[in-house]
């Protein structure tokens, strides 16, 4: 069974940055297009950014030219670079395919953008 493991984010001020990785178990992510989604309080969990197999990307408009989604094949992860936050960017965010039936969820991680 798949396992997802999402680590990285903490408190930062607005206009920082911060990097979040996710360990995905078994040897896939080569295979497969991979997503970040976060979910704020009391709103529906939305899909932030996609790298597809041979390394395409697409990125919500509300974040376009601010995050960076990547993937490392050998470590079997796949990161989101985040950089110019901003407070609405505040959510517990979590990674998944975006594709066919989603594994199970992980814990996700919370990211908190406040002065």
């Known amino acids: 069974q798949v396992q997802l493991v999402e680590s990285g984010g903490g408190l930062v001020q607005p206009g920082g940055s911060l990097r979040l990785s996710c360990v995905v178990s078994?040897?896939?992510?080569?295979?497969?297009?991979m997503a970040w989604y976060r979910q704020a309080p009391g709103k529906e969990r939305e899909r932030v950014a996609t790298?597809?197999?041979?390394?395409?990307?697409n990125y919500a408009d509300s974040v376009k030219g601010r995050f960076t989604i990547s993937r490392d094949n050998v470590k079997n992860s796949v990161y989101l670079q985040m950089d110019s936050l901003k407070p609405e960017d505040t959510a517990v965010y979590y990674c998944?395919?975006?594709?066919?039936?989603?594994?199970?969820w992980g814990q996700g991680t919370q990211v908190t953008v406040s002065s």
């Open positions: 078994g040897n896939i992510v080569s295979r497969l297009a």
């Open positions: 790298i597809f197999p041979l390394g395409v990307t």
């Open positions: 998944n395919t975006p594709l066919g039936r989603p594994y199970n």
